[in-house]
């Protein structure tokens, strides 16, 4: 089942990442929405650094992703933003993007946001798509959030949900993050039903112990057809990869490393990156001064030297070398779009629990790591 890319190194304490959920509250509905608690107040700014506090006792983290709920709702996000930038952190926000206009955006790029992600996608009850909407309806909305969010300066990312015999809202957001300059994260969460777990006890360094139905066969996806269908459809090889807790090469994390070149009103110019020498070496660095780094900000000098470097140790060097003649034009654009597909957890019929292996999106659960795709189903 595995795929020829990079198996990332991230490995207990050493997983740069998490996620804090700041409220339960939305201002939408969702087909796909995992939060199946009642609502609670939102969490205080106190609360949400002790709960920083405990996590960076349990992970070097280097970036911080803040979910809801619908974190615009949160009265003090601006300020969340400001303690954990405080701490020397990147931060990241998922929002649906319903009350994301330019001044917000602005503010969020003054707090000291880093990506701001928009969840837009089929089957939402929301007031700014129609109730029936199409493709283009849902291209065309995060288009105009990419934008809006671009222009106060924030980097740009789109969220959505591959849903089984879907496929054609996926090949649609991928082909519109491929297209657009502004949009440059893409993270595609695979369709998994959870509503047949009756407990779940554990955490991510001790396993989990569990009870229920494991989700119905018929609607299983999972990355090894998904690298196989963006080959065909995007002509994309991945990047990086991360296994299973039960089966290491078990694509359960899969990211690709994207340079595009942006020529006025010309197609882009796409390529994918390889793994080489360069990110490897890298990484032991990164390890050895403590800490590996997650988000990276658009740096078309810096990646033009990382193409260059990269081709001569291992990776595609014609290609690199196109991608970065063709970004030495005066007026175009290079950019770096990374694309995630991640495949939730779930429970197998002995009640164990099959997950990311070193789950980079945990939240702090009863004081231990748990994965966020199943926080609210642990007791
Ligand atoms: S196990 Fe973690 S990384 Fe994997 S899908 Fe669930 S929350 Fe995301």
Redesign the pocket.
Known sequence: MSVDAWRLPWQGKMVPHA?IEILRECNITCRACYKNCPPEPPKTLVQIEEELDALLELRRLSSVSLLGGEVSLHPQLCDIIRLIKGKGLCVELMTNGVTMDADFCRSLKDAGLDVIYFHIERGQTRPDLPDTHTGEDLNNLRREKAVTAGRAGLDVGLTATAYPGEIRDIHDVMSLTLDTPELNYLLI?LFRDHAGIQSLRGDIRTGFAGSGTPPDASSLQNNTWFAEWVRNEFELEPFGW?GSNMDRDDP??LSYLIGAVYDGDAAPHIEYIRPSLLEKVSMLIFRIAGRYPMYLEQNQARFRTQLALNGILGGRRRSNRELVRRSGKSGVQLTTKRILF????ELTADGQLI??EW????VLKNGALV????ADNVS
Request: hydrophobic share 35%; proline share 16%; with cysteine.
């Open positions: 996620v969460t991360m359960r994390w991640q495949n939730p957890a997950h990311c789950c980079p999106d945990a994965p966020v795709c199943v």
